[in-house]
């Protein structure tokens, strides 16, 4: 396992990072048990859920993933040992109307501490090492989330801050806000991110994909740690079952497809190692979110972790 520090100065953290989003809906607690052991066997440390992971499947509320990873980290007295990682402001408020995610509990202030409450609570834990804010809230004004997350910082509960599915210049304005005011800021920042590229879309406020924009204002800040969620795009590069989001219908899918599987022939890789490779080794290192069903997808993803792309095949990839 190869490792570096969280936010430039923070706790070591697996360049890969286990995503527990499925556990305890549609991946079942045993297998996900088995998962979370066969990871830290192969000395990964680092692990990330969200306080409503996955409330969108038919019968879950949210409180899934935590609780099982909280069992997880219990029964195996793993919590010194892991890099925990959680979200808060995209888990439904009943409060706030029936339908997600219009009715996600937000970024105020009592917003956040009482969704903390309820992490740590299903966690089992007194702390989590990296707290996001989840998705961007404008109704909110930017002060009162950044005093309010500084807050659960100095209260010890939190160790550093990340934001996830936001906009670029609103980390930026979060950060230069804090560090104005000598408050803890971001130190991370997960977006969606792999080897295509999708087509723009309007964000509606959200904006999840890690454009060249992010990737340039985390070069300029070593502070800050880039983390790219669904790396394999849920199986879609290797899986004649999983076809590609609409987003990446597109000719220049057509082009990027045949470089990813010339270089992953090259290597005697799979295309899914070649895009972790590719993620992991760039000018930007990225840490993925690898999410996974079973013990075999693991390990293909864990061997990426070994697989060396020359300039040559990088540029390749990168030019395609």
Not at 140 to 155: F, I, K, M, Q, S
Not at 184 to 210: D, I, K, M, N
Not at 274 to 289: E, H, I, Q, R, S
Request: hydrophobic content about 40%; some cysteine; aromatic content about 6%.
């Amino acid at each position: 396992m190869h490792y570096r520090a969280l936010g430039g100065d923070g706790p070591r953290i697996s360049a890969v990072c286990l995503g527990a989003l499925a556990f305890g809906t549609t991946v079942d607690e045993r297998t996900a048990f088995a998962l979370l052991d066969r990871f830290a066997d192969a000395g990964g440390t680092f692990v990330d859920t969200a306080d409503n992971y996955a409330c969108w499947v038919p019968g879950a509320t949210g409180d899934e993933s935590e609780v099982v990873l909280g069992r997880w980290l219990r029964s195996r007295r793993a919590a010194g040992r892991t890099v925990l990682a959680t979200k808060a402001g995209a888990r439904p408020d009943p409060a706030r109307g029936p339908h997600w995610p219009a009715n996600a509990e937000g970024l105020g202030a009592a917003a956040l501490r009482t969704a903390l409450d309820g992490s740590l609570r299903r966690l089992g834990t007194d702390r989590v090492d990296l707290f996001y804010a989840h998705i961007e809230d404008r109704t909110v004004p930017l002060a009162e989330t950044v005093g309010a997350l500084a807050g659960l910082v100095r209260d010890g509960r939190v160790g550093m801050l990340g934001a996830s599915n936001h906009a670029t210049w609103r980390v930026a304005e979060a950060r230069q806000y804090a560090a104005a005011r000598g408050l803890p800021g971001f130190r991370a920042v997960q977006q969606r991110h792999t080897y295509l590229r999708p087509r723009p879309e309007p964000s509606a406020g959200v904006q999840r994909e890690t454009d060249e924009e992010l990737l340039d204002y985390v070069a300029a800040h070593p502070d800050l740690t880039l983390l790219g969620y669904s790396p394999l795009i849920e199986g879609a590069y290797g899986r004649a079952d999983r076809p590609l989001p609409e987003r990446y219908d597109h000719p220049g899918t057509v082009v990027r497809m045949r470089v990813l599987a010339e270089v992953a022939a090259e290597c005697g890789a799979t295309v899914n190692q070649v895009v972790l490779a590719w993620l992991m080794g760039g000018p930007v290192p990225v840490v993925p979110v690898i999410g996974v069903s079973s013990p075999a997808q693991l390990d293909e993803c864990l061997a990426a972790l070994d697989l060396a792309l020359d300039p040559c095949q990088r540029a390749r990839l990168d030019t395609a």
